[in-house]
Nanobody
Framework: QVQLVESGGGSVQAGGSLRLSCAAS????????MGWFRQAPGKEREFVAT????????AYADSVKGRFTIIRENAKNTVYLQMNSLEPGDTAVYCC????????????????????WGQGTQVTVSS
């Protein structure tokens, strides 16, 4: 079992930055690819970013490429999402997720590929 707890959400103005953190319990963090997803009011949850178990590979949704960066620190059982140049369209609840894998360099961008989910943290961007 892996438990995930997000933090770092808040309210910012357009153009601002936030860094989200996701702390994982257990000793198997390095065996999981990690991802961030978001859900805006009235919309379906969507993929934001993912990082492989090894940390060597990353992938991003087109809407956040060049603005968001996902990194992980396996020694701290933590994955981060650095969000820069935030836009009102980024307003959503952001959740992190863990995908059990034996493919250390593979990334995952589909919800069904993830086994564990956090509760989420709210990000609000005002214009």
């Amino acid at each position: 079992q892996v438990q995930l707890v997000e933090s770092g959400g808040g309210s910012v103005q357009a153009g601002g930055s936030l860094r989200l953190s996701c702390a994982a319990s257990g000793r198997t963090f390095s065996r999981h690819a990690m991802g961030w997803f978001r859900q805006a009011p009235g919309k379906e949850r969507e993929f934001v970013a993912t990082i492989s178990a090894s940390g060597e590979s990353t992938a991003y949704a087109d809407s956040v490429k060049g603005r968001f960066t996902i990194i992980r620190e396996n020694a701290k059982n933590t994955v981060y999402l650095q969000m820069n140049s935030l836009e009102p369209g980024d307003t959503a609840v952001y959740c992190c997720a863990a995908a059990t894998t034996t493919y250390w360099r593979r990334t995952y961008d589909r919800e069904y590929e993830y086994d564990y989910w956090g509760q989420g943290t709210q990000v609000t961007v005002s214009s």
